[in-house]
C-alpha cells in the first residue's frame, strides 16, 4: 500500500536549495546530460510553434527544441543560470514560475527539464493551465539514473562512511516502480488536465573519473555539505573510480510526464 507522495514531493519548500545551482552554472551547463532525441521527437509531434521553459536553467532543453525549430522563452529564478543560458542564445525572463507574470502571453508547449519538482504543485498546475490554450501540453521530464553493479559496490561504502545523509540518493538515482504516479496525480487531480500520462526513454552515458566528479559537484546534495566533507566526498570516489578502472557507464531512464490542457468547462 502506497503511503503517499515520497520526499521529493516537498522539495517546492527548500527555494534555497533550488538555488543552489547558480554557484555552479557553467559546471552545469558542461556536466549536466541532455535529454535523448526520441523526447524531443516526441514533443515536436505535438506541432508548436512556441513553448515555455520552466526552470530553465542554463537552457539545455530550450536549445534542443529551438534548434528544431520552435519559438522558446525561458523563464528561470537564478540570474546565474538565467546569464548561462542567455549566452546560448535562449532568451529569457527572471522569476519563480508561480509569480511570474505572461502579461497575457499562451503558449502551445511548457517544459520544464529537472524542475518542476521545484515548482508547487498546485499553484504551478493553475498556472500551466492558465497559460496553456485548450490543446497545448504540459510536458515535464527528468534524468533519472542508475548505476552498474559494481560501480554501486565501489560508490557505496564512500557515502555510508563520508555522507550517509545522502547516501540512498546519490547511489540509487532511480525511482521505484510506480514512483511517478503521484507525479500525474497532481496534475489529473487539478481538473485543467487531461489526459496526464508518463513515458520513459532508456539511454546510456559514459564519465571518465573528472567527468564524473564534475557531474556530482553540480547537485544540490553535495553542494549543501561542508567544504572539508565535500573535498573528503570527492577524493574517496575519485579513488573509488580509479581503481574501478574508468569509464564509469550511467544507465538512464528519461521520464516523461505529458498533460493536456482540457477544454474549459
Given amino acids: 500500500m502506497s503511503s503517499g507522495p515520497p520526499p521529493e514531493a516537498a522539495l517546492h519548500h527548500d527555494r534555497s536549495r533550488a538555488l543552489s545551482f547558480g554557484g555552479e552554472a557553467e ?19 505535438l506541432q508548436p510553434r512556441t513553448a515555455l521553459d520552466v526552470g530553465c536553467g542554463t537552457g539545455k532543453a530550450a536549445r534542443l527544441l529551438r534548434e528544431r525549430g520552435v519559438d522558446v522563452l525561458g ?10 543560458a542567455r549566452a546560448h542564445g535562449v532568451p529569457v525572463e527572471e522569476g519563480h514560475f508561480e509569480s ?24 504551478g498546475a493553475a498556472k500551466a493551465g492558465a497559460i496553456l ?16 553493479p559494481a560501480t554501486l559496490a565501489a560508490l557505496e561504502p564512500v557515502y555510508r562512511s ?14 521505484p516502480a510506480g514512483g511517478d504516479a503521484w507525479r500525474v496525480s497532481a496534475l489529473s487531480d487539478s481538473g485543467l488536465f487531461h489526459p496526464v500520462e508518463s513515458r520513459a526513454y532508456t539511454w546510456e552515458a559514459r564519465y571518465t ?33 580509479d581503481a574501478m578502472r574508468e569509464p564509469l557507464t550511467m544507465h538512464y531512464r528519461t521520464v516523461l510526464i505529458l498533460a493536456t490542457r482540457a477544454a474549459a468547462r
Fill in 162 to 175: 563520508l555522507a550517509p545523509e545522502i547516501a540512498d540518493t546519490t547511489t540509487a538515482l532511480h525511482t
Fill in 75 to 84: 523563464v528561470e529564478p537564478d540570474p546565474r543560470m538565467a546569464a548561462v
Fill in 209 to 241: 573519473r573528472d567527468q564524473w566528479l564534475d557531474f556530482i559537484a553540480t547537485h544540490s546534495d553535495h553542494a549543501g555539505l561542508s567544504a572539508e566533507r565535500r573535498a573528503a566526498v570527492m577524493a574517496a570516489v575519485s579513488a573509488a573510480i
Fill in 100 to 123: 511570474w507574470d505572461a502579461r497575457g502571453r499562451t503558449f502551445d508547449l511548457i517544459v520544464s527539464g529537472q524542475a518542476w519538482h521545484w515548482i508547487e504543485p498546485e499553484a
Fill in 133 to 148: 490554450p485548450p490543446g497545448g501540453h504540459l510536458a515535464a521530464f527528468w534524468n533519472l539514473g542508475t548505476h552498474e
Fill in 27 to 45: 559546471r552545469y551547463d558542461r556536466a549536466r546530460p541532455s535529454y535523448p532525441a526520441a523526447l524531443i521527437d516526441d514533443l515536436l509531434r
